[in-house]
């Protein structure tokens, strides 16, 4: 049985699955953490990629690899290539006032949206280049070429032959803000308005085209950020939608057509499979739990029965989880709120529903948003650490006001990555057959739109972090 490996760098730690590449059955595993914080040495990403594949058996008898992992990183080579500064992560929001910058000089955010299919917020890869020209000049003039997490990963994969063999893939590269999914083509003008010069970039391989080989003769496929990897796990079609709360909270779907949402709301990427993936992502999802339950001295587990045991709406008492400032709604410098404090709702039980139910309510809004620009909703699927919490399965219907499929708790990021690696080594037309999906479970509960109503009259009252 020829098998295949997928692997997914997340923000927080490497994760690999070596699978059958005819029957998806996963066959081995690894994992191993990143350091924390927003701007890290892209070295920490490889060195836990070699513990994870260490731990998931090696990699030897694998005919084919993908990459998946964290969108939009700036990982800036020199000519020589190594790596000029620390990546600036996709939840690093330094570069907010260079986004401004940026969408003011092309001539505000429609003309943005209409270019690359998103509004320029601090996330994304672009603002961070301009970031890097105005606060590192010489940081700045050093850049020959600017790759991407899984990007870099891939090419060190390969043996890192030259800059000129970098490869990526159309999901990761619409969320550069220099690719453009209508044209499938980059805006070198604009990387050029934001860094200042020219620089070389990853060649973007289609969907199932190998590009290279790994230093062990395995087929290298074109990888995806995470978010088009998990819905190639999924099966992900038309109607369907895609919940992650991991370090981001991520609404997603499929669409056959690109999005250019001038609100921002809304991010028009690519998918992994050659069609669309409009996006809505939020700094705020699995940490909002880790929070709570440290500030509760609890664990997942006793935060989840804390949660269960309050009421729905938790008697007025609703946390705004803007920890990490927020990306969606774009408002890089709030911090978190908690609002109707009073005698009757000041319990853990209170404040560990208020904590569940204002992470779930900020991706409600995202999925608004995605219905606002005509994305068909009918089945959801929630993925990613956060949905291993009960709290979060059983309350998620409620606030969604749709049933919700849990697909079995898993490395989707990673399992999508293995499926393109599959479906590169099968030369088939379509991915093989695996589905994840088949084997959700399926949480239904009642609508409860006063919980979302009470959220959104306090959404906007947020604090703002001290400059
Ligand atoms: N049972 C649980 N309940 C709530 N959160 C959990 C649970 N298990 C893991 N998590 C959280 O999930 C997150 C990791 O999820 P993951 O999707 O791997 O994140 P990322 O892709 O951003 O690295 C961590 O913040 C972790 O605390
Ligand atoms: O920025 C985005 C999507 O636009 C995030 O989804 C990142 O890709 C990081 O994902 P996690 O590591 O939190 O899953």
Same mark, same amino acid.
């Given at each position: 049985?020829?098998?295949?490996?997928?692997?997914?760098?997340?923000?927080?730690?490497?994760?690999?699955?070596?699978?059958?590449?005819?029957?998806?059955?996963?066959?081995?595993?690894?994992?191993?953490?990143?350091?924390?914080?927003?701007?890290?040495?892209?070295?920490?990403?490889?060195?836990?990629?070699?513990?994870?594949?260490?731990?998931?058996?090696?990699?030897?008898?694998?005919?084919?690899?993908?990459?998946?992992?964290?969108?939009?990183?700036?990982?800036?080579?020199?000519?020589?290539?190594?790596?000029?500064?620390?990546?600036?992560?996709?939840?690093?929001?330094?570069? %907010?006032? /260079? =986004? +401004?910058? #940026?969408?003011?000089?092309? !001539?505000?955010?429609?003309?943005?949206?209409?270019?690359? $299919?998103? *509004?320029?917020?601090?996330?994304?890869?672009?603002?961070?280049?301009?970031?890097?020209?105005?606060?590192?000049?010489?940081?700045?003039?050093?850049?020959?070429?600017?790759?991407?997490?899984?990007?870099?990963?891939?090419?060190?994969?390969?043996?890192?032959?030259?800059?000129?063999?970098?490869?990526?893939?159309?999901?990761?590269?619409?969320?550069?803000?220099?690719?453009?999914?209508?044209?499938?083509?980059?805006?070198?003008?604009?990387?050029?308005?934001?860094?200042?010069?020219?620089?070389?970039?990853?060649?973007?391989?289609?969907?199932?085209?190998?590009?290279?080989?790994?230093?062990?003769?395995?087929?290298?496929?074109?990888?995806?950020?995470?978010? %088009?990897? /998990? =819905? +190639?796990? #999924?099966?992900?079609?038309? !109607?369907?939608?895609?919940?992650?709360?991991?370090?981001? $909270?991520? *609404?997603?779907?499929?669409?056959?057509?690109?999005?250019?949402?001038?609100?921002?709301?809304?991010?028009?990427?690519?998918?992994?499979?050659?069609?669309?993936?409009?996006?809505?992502?939020?700094?705020?999802?699995?940490?909002?739990?880790?929070?709570?339950?440290?500030?509760?001295?609890?664990?997942?587990?006793?935060?989840?029965?804390?949660?269960?045991?309050?009421?729905?709406?938790?008697?007025?008492?609703?946390?705004?989880?803007?920890?990490?400032?927020?990306?969606?709604?774009?408002?890089?410098?709030?911090?978190?709120?908690?609002?109707?404090?009073?005698?009757?709702?000041?319990?853990?039980?209170?404040?560990?529903?208020?904590?569940?139910?204002?992470?779930?309510? /900020?991706?409600?809004?995202?999925?608004?948003?995605?219905?606002?620009?005509?994305?068909?909703?009918?089945?959801?699927?929630? *993925?990613?650490?956060?949905?291993?919490?009960?709290?979060?399965?059983?309350?998620?219907?409620?606030?969604?006001?749709?049933?919700?499929?849990?697909?079995?708790?898993?490395?989707?990021?990673?399992?999508?990555?293995?499926?393109?690696?599959?479906?590169?080594?099968?030369?088939?037309?379509?991915?093989?057959?695996?589905?994840?999906?088949?084997?959700?479970?399926?949480?239904?509960?009642?609508?409860?739109?006063?919980?979302?109503?009470?959220?959104?009259?306090?959404?906007?009252?947020?604090?703002?972090?001290?400059?």
């Amino acid at each position: 049985m020829p098998l295949v490996a997928g692997v997914d760098s997340s923000t927080q730690s490497s994760k690999v699955v070596v699978r059958d590449a005819e029957t998806g059955a996963l066959v081995r595993s690894g994992r191993a953490a990143h350091p924390d914080g927003t701007s890290v040495d892209p070295r920490h990403w490889w060195d836990a990629l070699q513990s994870a594949i260490q731990e998931a058996g090696g990699l030897d008898d694998v005919e084919a690899v993908s990459v998946g992992g964290q969108q939009h990183g700036m990982v800036a080579l020199d000519a020589s290539g190594e790596v000029v500064r620390d990546a600036l992560l996709w939840n690093d929001t330094r570069s %907010a006032g /260079a =986004a +401004l910058d #940026l969408i003011d000089e092309l !001539g505000g955010p429609q003309a943005w949206a209409d270019a690359v $299919g998103s *509004v320029p917020v601090a996330s994304l890869t672009v603002t961070k280049l301009r970031w890097l020209r105005d606060a590192e000049p010489d940081n700045a003039a050093r850049v020959a070429a600017v790759a991407l997490p899984h990007d870099w990963l891939t090419w060190r994969l390969s043996g890192a032959a030259g800059l000129d063999t970098l490869v990526t893939d159309r999901s990761d590269a619409s969320g550069t803000g220099y690719w453009s999914p209508v044209d499938e083509g980059y805006r070198r003008d604009l990387l050029e308005l934001a860094l200042g010069h020219d620089a070389q970039l990853p060649r973007v391989l289609g969907p199932s085209e190998s590009g290279l080989r790994s230093s062990a003769g395995a087929l290298l496929g074109p990888g995806a950020g995470d978010n %088009a990897a /998990a =819905a +190639l796990a #999924l099966g992900l079609g038309p !109607g369907d939608v895609a919940v992650s709360i991991g370090t981001s $909270g991520v *609404v997603s779907a499929i669409s056959s057509a690109p999005t250019a949402d001038g609100s921002g709301l809304v991010t028009g990427f690519a998918d992994a499979t050659g069609a669309f993936l409009p996006l809505a992502c939020t700094l705020n999802a699995s940490r909002v739990l880790d929070a709570a339950a440290r500030m509760l001295g609890v664990d997942h587990a006793g935060l989840s029965s804390l949660a269960l045991s309050a009421p729905a709406g938790a008697e007025g008492l609703v946390l705004v989880p803007y920890l990490e400032g927020e990306r969606t709604p774009n408002k890089p410098d709030a911090t978190g709120a908690l609002h109707g404090i009073r005698l009757a709702n000041t319990t853990p039980a209170h404040l560990a529903r208020a904590a569940v139910e204002g992470m779930l309510c /900020a991706l409600a809004d995202g999925l608004d948003a995605l219905k606002a620009q005509g994305v068909d909703v009918r089945r959801l699927f929630l *993925v990613g650490g956060g949905a291993q919490s009960q709290a979060v399965r059983e309350i998620a219907p409620s606030v969604f006001g749709l049933p919700v499929h849990v697909p079995t708790p898993g490395e989707y990021v990673a399992d999508g990555a293995a499926r393109q690696a599959a479906w590169l080594l099968s030369g088939a037309a379509e991915p093989p057959a695996w589905s994840a999906a088949a084997a959700a479970e399926v949480h239904e509960a009642p609508a409860t739109p006063e919980v979302r109503e009470q959220y959104a009259a306090v959404r906007e009252l947020t604090g703002v972090r001290p400059a």
